[in-house]
């Protein structure tokens, strides 16, 4: 039993300081234990492999986690170890969980999903009868994205080589009622295949009296600040019930200067505000610092260890871990990804059912529809390759190209350098299998790159790159090298250069090649599997940061590697907020990448669907990758312009809501709405549903007397109350379209 371990950490815990305040005391976050409600097994060791966190037999490994006291994103928990009790976390079905009576700003927890990420509704209870809810996510555990993490996780039969983690959530409380019970969202039991939530702790924020302020998740980063130097960054938390204003950040410590303190302009009960502290380093190193809120006569800070200094990249997880998402990614929002290759000459699936530039892989499945359409319309000795003269890039304008780009709102691109079946487009030298060598007989990827940096000088320029490739003689990912679908004879690779180790002598220079010669913004791997991409990033990282003018580099999570910058759902979003930052993808089209012919112009997204996902991934601390697929020739289909240009026109209105904002901590939706936030400037509520005469906003909106409510798009201050602890807003008729953005700014 885990009593006297609970009875010793609370103790503990409640006399730790997470910040000091010189007007009043600090309300420490109290641990509530929870194992009464555990149902699941989620963490083993390596001498009892009986647990089973996601219905198909993994588990966590407990050697390779914390167990006990633990600090996340700068919370105190008490989190289960394998060895408490046979079960260690709960999923989330439902339970009701008894709350030491009391007023509290917010209730955070320790959360992880399986098969994929689950959330829900979770409700809290107040003494007085009355209920209050908000969304309660966890993202899956496979993304290996949060702040407690595992390099590796427990399969049924062995060791799975793949990092996992267990992240944050927090829900609203109202602090000016006593909560007794929060009832947690109902998912799936934890099956193979469904998507479950699993809570692992849960820690209350009491709600403080007067001005309290207190300083969380202070640390210093390798991202790269607007003034050169180093970045520190620290989480401001106003914990009384009294607004506070005129915030003052700046950090000290032994190797410190502070370039740029951060400010926050104002905050209210409850509100965080996340900050970003330029800082010069004159020692390299770790030492002791600390991150210093004031506020008049109000102070708070917190102890850190700072690593001063951005030291070479090593080719180690430990080294390539410190790399993190640069701030203008975290900025941009929006891009367009760009699917283009040989795939785009037979561009055909089933509109809706397949990605249409799997082609070369369908056509090897007799039950797949491409198998009989390729024998019908081509024929049955009409080999793959036989595509590349017809892949012309003839109408290929690529300063159109990157003007429409901009024309949609977007802030960077990624365009497909090689995509599964092995055509390179660009001139590479390591591979005959290329764009300059056969078929257009240009090298694609300088073209659009030196179109970009003249014609859309502030456009970030990203690459994809496929890892394996389906057929490659050398390590075919399919098993097998080129043959014929029907007779199985054997097919040239067309290009392909023979004896040759397929990641060091091909895979690896490859990338090499496309760092050295097209100093790409973005890296965005796919499929992983065999490679070397530890001493490739190190090398992308330091060729960034060493540079007469250093620049902040970014890479996917597919290289193969723990190493990431952010996590990449394609065709889904996550449902609530995730903290690490993400990067969700999609096409125009129903179902794929790349162009698919048999697609109507009906079925592609509507502008009120990229919109409206746009925002949605905006508001949970995501970007929105939107993929075109040109066809052969180089022309982009006239739907796809259509709707770029309707979604940039929305921008050019709505935009401010979108880039440079930050996630409200609070909650990210609520019903058709959604929320950002733009440091000390405005609090946008965007309304994905055409609102009637009135907006109502059931949720703790940080708005004051005197502050104006706007429209975007209207020129004249709305008309707001508050009402029962709602906002409403009257609206005006006739106003926008899309979706409705109201901005509240900050006075």
């Known amino acids: 039993m885990r009593t006297a371990l609970t009875v010793a950490l609370l ?31 989620g963490i083993d060791t390596a ?26 994103d700068g919370v105190p928990y008490l989190f289960p170890g394998s060895t408490q009790s046979k079960n260690n976390n709960a999923v989330s079905l439902g339970q009701r969980i008894d709350l030491p009576s009391g007023r509290y700003l917010t209730a955070h927890f320790l959360v992880e999903s399986s098969y994929g990420a689950a959330g829900g509704t979770a409700t809290v209870h107040y003494a007085d009868g009355s209920t209050s809810a908000a969304a309660l996510t966890g993202p899956d555990w496979y993304s290996g994205s949060g702040p407690i993490s595992a390099p590796y996780r427990y399969s049924p039969g062995g060791t799975d080589q793949h990092p996992v983690s267990i992240g944050t959530g927090q829900v609203w409380t109202d602090p000016s009622k006593d909560a007794v019970g929060l009832t947690l969202p109902v998912t799936n039991p934890a099956v193979e295949g469904k998507s479950s939530l699993h809570v692992f702790a849960l820690s209350l924020q009491p709600a403080g009296k007067g001005e309290v302020l207190a300083v969380r998740s202070a640390r210093s980063t390798n991202k790269l600040p607007r003034l050169g130097g180093q970045t520190i960054e620290a989480t401001v938390v106003n914990l009384g019930d009294q607004w506070m204003s005129n915030i003052r950040v700046r950090a000290e410590g032994l190797g410190v200067v502070t370039l740029a303190p951060a400010s926050v302009k104002r905050l209210a009960p409850g509100e965080e505000a996340r900050v970003r502290i330029g800082i010069h380093a004159y020692r390299t190193g770790t030492f002791d610092g600390k991150v210093i809120a004031t506020s008049g006569r109000v102070s708070a800070s917190q102890k850190a260890k700072f690593t001063l200094g951005v030291a070479d990249y090593q080719a180690t997880d430990a080294s390539l871990g410190t790399h993190e998402s640069p701030y203008w990614f975290d900025d941009a929002k929006f891009g367009i990804f760009i699917h283009w290759g040989l795939y785009s000459v037979p561009a055909w699936s089933p509109p809706g059912e397949q ?3 799997w082609y070369w892989q369908w056509m090897q499945n ?6 009989p359409y390729h024998a019908a319309t081509y024929g049955m000795d009409f080999a793959y390759d036989q595509f590349i003269p017809q892949f012309t890039a003839a109408k290929f304008d690529p300063r159109e190209w990157v003007r429409l780009f901009e024309e949609a709102g977007a802030k960077y691109y990624v365009l497909t350098s090689k995509h599964h079946e092995g055509f390179a487009l660009w001139d590479s030298k390591v591979s005959g299998r290329d764009s300059v060598d056969l078929g257009p007989r240009r090298d694609l990827v300088k073209e659009l790159f030196d179109a970009s940096r003249k014609y859309t000088p502030g456009m970030k320029n990203g690459l994809y790159f496929s890892m394996p490739e389906w057929f490659n003689p050398d390590n075919p990912w399919s098993g097998h090298a080129p ?15 023979a004896g040759r180790d397929f990641v060091k002598d091909y895979q690896a220079p490859q990338m090499t090649e496309l760092v050295d010669g097209y100093d790409p913004d973005v890296i965005w791997c796919d499929i992983g599997g065999a490679n070397d991409s530890r001493r490739v990033l190190a090398d992308y990282f330091n060729k960034a940061k060493n540079r007469a003018v250093p620049k902040d580099v970014t890479v996917d999570d597919r290289c193969g590697i723990p190493t990431h910058d952010y996590t990449t759902p394609e065709y889904a979003t996550y449902p609530n907020t995730v903290v690490k930052k993400w990067e969700a993808s999609r096409g125009l089209d129903p179902r794929s990448y790349g162009w698919n012919r048999a697609t109507p112009d009906s079925m592609y997204m509507t502008a009120d669907e990229v919109v409206d996902t746009l925002v949605d991934t905006t508001s949970k601390n995501g970007n929105f990758l939107l993929d075109i697929g040109p ?8 739907i796809m312009q259509q709707r770029l240009r309707e979604t940039g026109a929305w921008l050019k209105t709505n935009g401010e809501s979108i880039y440079g904002t930050t996630y409200w901590s609070r909650m990210a939706q609520q019903g058709s709405l959604r929320f950002t936030v733009k440091p000390n400037e405005a609090f946008y509520i965007t309304s994905l549903a055409q609102p009637g005469s009135q907006l109502v906003v059931d949720a703790p909106v940080p708005i004051k007397d005197g502050d104006r409510v706007t429209l975007l798009g209207h020129d004249r201050p709305l008309k707001w109350t508050r009402s029962g602890g709602k906002l409403v807003v009257d609206v005006p008729a006739g106003v926008g379209r899309h979706a409705w953005v109201f901005k509240v700014a900050l006075s």
């Open 11 to 41: 103790a503990s815990l409640l006399t730790a300081s997470v910040s000091t305040a010189s007007a009043a005391d600090v309300p420490q976050p109290i641990p509530v234990p929870i194992d009464s409600h555990f149902n699941n097994d």
């Open 631 to 638: 066809r052969a020739d180089g022309s982009i289909p006239e």
């Open 355 to 357: 990605y249409a530039e």
């Open 483 to 497: 043959r014929n679908p029907w007779t199985g004879a054997p097919e040239p690779y067309t290009g392909y250069q």
């Open 47 to 72: 001498a009892d492999r009986t647990g089973n966190f996601d219905g198909s037999g993994y588990a966590f490994p407990a050697e390779a986690l914390p167990s006990g006291q633990v600090t996340a």
């Open 366 to 371: 007799p039950n797949n529809a491409v198998n």
